[in-house]
């Protein structure tokens, strides 16, 4: 069992930047990928970037590419989304999750997931 619980969304404006933090209770932290999702009202569930176990490997979504950083800090059982240069097309709740597939980026290959946090770039 692991449970996920994220913070740090909020409202910015466009250009501003936000560090989303997502909390893990549970053992074996340290051997899940973790992911950051995000989700608008009336679209689908959207990949933004993933973390190996280890913290070396990342990937991020084309649309985030350059303006997000993923990190993690696996003594503190902890996974950030640093948002920089935000736009208000990133405007959504934003999901962790963590997963046992090495190069998941699917929601379905994610087996835990936090409540989620609303983060709103405001024009």
């Known amino acids: 069992q692991v449970q996920l619980v994220e913070s740090g969304g909020g409202l910015v404006q466009a250009g501003g930047s936000l560090r989303l933090s997502c909390a893990a209770s549970g053992r074996a932290f340290n051997t899940y990928v973790m992911g950051w999702f995000r989700q608008a009202p009336g679209k689908e569930r959207e990949f933004v970037a993933r973390i190996g176990s280890s913290g070396h490997s990342t990937y991020y979504a084309d649309s985030v590419k350059g303006r997000f950083t993923i990190s993690r800090d696996n003594p503190k059982n902890t996974v950030y989304l640093q948002m920089n240069s935000l736009k208000p097309e990133d405007t959504a709740v934003y999901y962790c999750?963590?997963?046992?597939?090495?190069?998941?980026?699917?929601?379905?290959?994610?087996?835990?997931w936090g409540q989620g946090t609303q983060v709103t770039v405001s024009s």
């Open positions: 999750a963590a997963s046992s597939y090495y190069s998941a980026f699917r929601p379905s290959e994610y087996r835990y």
